[in-house]
């Protein structure tokens, strides 16, 4: 059994005057986190913060082959020690992002997750990505998951067409079953669009109907029939409420993707072999993505522009690194492999940087 570190749910009341230094993490020893703060929330809901989390293991990274900064998905926050460790132990120092309103950020009277436009993330992605490019010198191999395979390449594309992604010091993206478009029946994505749209302009904080269903979260937590331990209070097992203020803001999203993105930098998609939709948990959904279309993955793969490896991993789960052992090591094999491509083609096309 993966089981976390975590302690206290408690934040204290003065965090967000604690920005700019780092302290102790509820992950426990080799962890630490740093409040970021962005003043008024632009969707009313008091301070906009983020938390961005380092793991210092005692290994000595000063020649480190680059960097990592991982971004969690919706009903999330970043708890996997193991994907911290195994990038730690292949030299990588390791980042991971707790956005606005999203596991460690989220504060008293907030609604988690919501944001009415993506690029809203845009502050702390930013931010987030100066520090560790301040604090390793190394070149940034960025991570994300579902929502956030969204959120990053939407930001890789702003950030391309404006100072240019390589020149940020950013060498490459990996995304572990990002989310592409709408699942569901083809009426949600046509006529059921402008209806999202329309509600979610004028009846933000309504929500969707059909939620709290729990099978993937019985399929991941260990006080039901996962392995893995984390805080239900950030990540309960039937998702947060889905307001159509935030869908919007996704399908705005899932459009730009659509049109075409330039991202500037090579990408590693990683994505189960196969669905599994069921309203109930049941041993199929083990082996398989419940939560998205990996048909929709591999067919908007293409969109981000550069160049783009897409593996899909039998037995994989909807976050193809918390899988159960087989399919983990086939995940992190794949991974692996696409981190020394990526060394050997920054080499050869003379990319600024050493190492990733």
């Known amino acids: 059994m993966y089981v976390t570190k975590e302690t206290s749910l408690a934040t204290p009341s003065n965090e967000t005057r604690d920005e700019g230094q780092w302290k102790a993490d509820v992950l426990g020893e080799n962890y630490q986190q740093r409040t970021l703060s962005f003043g008024p929330d632009p969707d009313g809901e008091g301070e906009a913060v983020a ?3 380092r793991y210092r293991p005692g290994a000595n990274l000063a020649a480190a082959e680059g960097a990592v900064l991982y971004v969690h998905g919706f009903t999330d926050y970043f708890f996997q020690e193991h994907l911290a460790e195994h990038f730690a132990a292949r030299g990588y120092h390791f980042y991971a992002l707790d956005l606005r309103k999203c596991g460690r950020s989220l504060r008293e009277g907030q609604t988690p997750h919501y944001v009415t436009d993506l690029a809203l993330y845009d502050d702390e992605l ?8 301040e604090e390793t010198g190394a070149p940034v191999v960025l991570n994300a998951h579902s929502t956030g395979g969204l959120i990053l390449p939407l930001w890789l594309d702003r950030l391309n067409r404006t100072e240019g992604t390589a020149a940020a010091g950013v060498a490459g993206l990996v995304l572990n079953s990002p989310w592409f478009d709408l699942q569901g029946p083809s009426y949600y ?3 059921g669009t402008p209806i999202i749209k329309g509600l979610g302009r004028f009846r933000k904080m ?6 709290k269903i729990s099978t993937y979260g019985d399929s991941l937590h260990s006080s039901v029939a996962g392995e893995w331990d984390y805080n239900l209070d950030w990540k309960p097992l039937h998702g947060f409420p889905v307001r159509f203020g935030w869908l919007r803001a996704i399908r705005n999203g899932h459009a730009r993707l659509h049109e075409g993105l330039d991202i500037g930098v090579p990408s590693l998609i990683l994505r189960s072999r196969v669905t599994k939709f069921a309203r109930r948990y049941g041993p199929a959904v083990d082996v398989a993505d419940a939560v ?9 793969s293409g969109c981000l522009g550069d160049r783009t490896n ?5 037995g994989a789960k909807h976050d193809v690194f918390l899988s159960s052992a087989e399919p ?4 992190f094999a794949e991974l692996d492999s696409w981190l020394e491509w990526l060394r050997a083609y920054r080499a050869e096309s003379g990319s600024p940087g050493a190492g990733a």
């Open 310 to 314: 897409i593996v899909p991993i039998d």
């Open 206 to 211: 309504f929500e969707l109907p059909g939620g």
């Open 126 to 133: 930013n931010e987030a990505l100066r520090i560790v490019r």
């Open 292 to 300: 998205l279309d990996v048909k929709q993955i591999q067919r908007w």
């Open 51 to 53: 938390t961005l989390v």
């Open 328 to 331: 983990l090591a086939k995940a």
């Open 189 to 191: 994505r046509t006529i």
